[in-house]
């Protein structure tokens, strides 16, 4: 069974304050991805990274850092966050092309 | 640049109905993939159905599609609406060879009501 975990599971964080969001899988997938949902939006990829210690901006990058220190491990980071980051974050990992990307259960993050 | 067109934010159907969502995208690769995933209230989204093969139907858990690269369309359908298909669906692309990028559609959410 693919498993990919996320912590903190939900958090709320002060404007203009550091977040740093985990996702860890155990599917030794190459592929990892973060994504953000927002009503009216959908799923938007932010991050990517298909190798450990290299990472790809996705479409909406801006505010945001990741990190592959290890291939079960990627981390998005918010350095500044915003009101406008208030949103669910989900890491997924997958094989790669073609190959169907499992999600892990979100992180529900507020910044007030 | 790629795009996954998903034209209802919301449809709205009573049980026994036949479901059609639709999709349709942009690529200017001639091979994608194409994938249909479903988000229940309060889980996180898992693959329904995908297929890469044109003109071929591709069926799981009672929905099934077809890619249609002639008309860049990959319709979700079903014969008969149940309550428990009441969820968030979202149509997605991955195209070019050796591509990991995934792009989404925004969405539809399908409310099925007695």
């Known amino acids: 069974e693919a498993a990919v975990t996320q912590s903190p599971r939900s958090k709320v964080a002060v404007t203009g304050g550091k977040v740093t969001l985990s996702c860890h899988q155990t599917?030794?997938?190459?592929?990892m991805y973060w994504y953000r949902q927002d009503t009216g939006h959908g799923l938007r990829l932010i991050h990517y990274s298909y190798v450990a210690d290299s990472t790809e901006k996705g479409d909406i990058p801006d505010g945001y850092k990741a990190s592959r220190p290890s291939q079960e491990n990627f981390s998005l980071i918010l350095e500044l966050a915003s009101l406008s980051q208030t949103a669910v974050y989900f890491c997924?990992?997958?094989?790669?092309?073609?190959?169907?990307?499992?999600f892990g259960p979100g992180t529900r993050l507020t910044v007030l | 640049g790629d795009s996954v067109t998903q034209t209802e934010g919301l449809v709205t159907l009573t049980e026994g109905l036949p479901v059609m969502l639709n999709c349709t995208y942009q690529?200017?690769?001639?091979?994608?993939?194409l994938f249909w995933y479903v988000q229940h209230l309060n889980e996180s989204p898992r693959l329904l159905l995908k297929?890469?093969?044109?003109?071929k139907r591709t069926e799981h858990q009672g929905f099934h599609a077809t890619l249609h690269k002639s008309s860049s369309s990959f319709h979700l359908q079903k014969s008969s609406a149940q309550l428990s298909d009441s969820a968030l669906y979202y149509c997605a692309l991955s195209d070019r060879p050796g591509g990991y990028k995934v792009v989404f559609g925004s969405g539809t959410r399908l409310l099925v009501s007695p």
């Open positions: 690529t200017i690769y001639s091979n994608p993939f």
């Open positions: 997924a990992s997958s094989e790669g092309q073609g190959a169907e990307q499992y």
């Open positions: 599917n030794n997938h190459d592929y």
């Open positions: 297929s890469f093969t044109d003109n």
